[in-house]
């Protein structure tokens, strides 16, 4: 059984950084693509940063390419989402999201993605 459990979020002030962690089991990280999406109050989900070990494929969204870094950690099975400079704007349910289809990386797209994570809370106060 595919799990994801997203930790790390919390409150930070405009121009701090949080790392959240995504602990994954269930599955061979080398053969899925991993992703990071967000959903803010009356807003679509939307993906912030994927990638995969097949392909070597990273995405970042284009508001926050510069500030935030995906990496993972395949002996713990773990991906991380290093997030700096962090703007009000960020504030969302950040949600960690695995897919076995090869390609959906590529543009992280959250309806390309099958299994997915509770969500923590990112808020960051102006």
């Known amino acids: 059984e595919v799990q994801l459990v997203e930790s790390g979020g919390g409150l930070v002030q405009a121009g701090g950084s949080l790392r959240l962690s995504c602990a994954a089991s269930?599955?061979?990280?080398?053969?899925?693509?991993l992703g990071w999406f967000r959903q803010a109050p009356g807003k679509e989900r939307e993906g912030v940063s994927c990638?995969?070990?097949?392909?070597?494929?990273?995405y970042y969204a284009d508001s926050v390419k510069g500030r935030f870094t995906i990496s993972n950690d395949n002996a713990n099975n773990t991906v991380y989402l290093q997030m700096n400079s962090l703007k009000p704007e960020d504030t969302a349910v950040y949600y960690c999201a695995a897919d076995p289809t090869y390609g959906s990386s590529w543009y992280c797209r959250a309806w390309e993605y099958d299994y997915w994570g509770q969500g923590t809370q990112v808020t960051v106060s102006s």
């Open positions: 990638f995969s070990s097949s392909d070597f494929s990273t």
């Open positions: 269930g599955f061979n990280f080398d053969d899925y693509a």
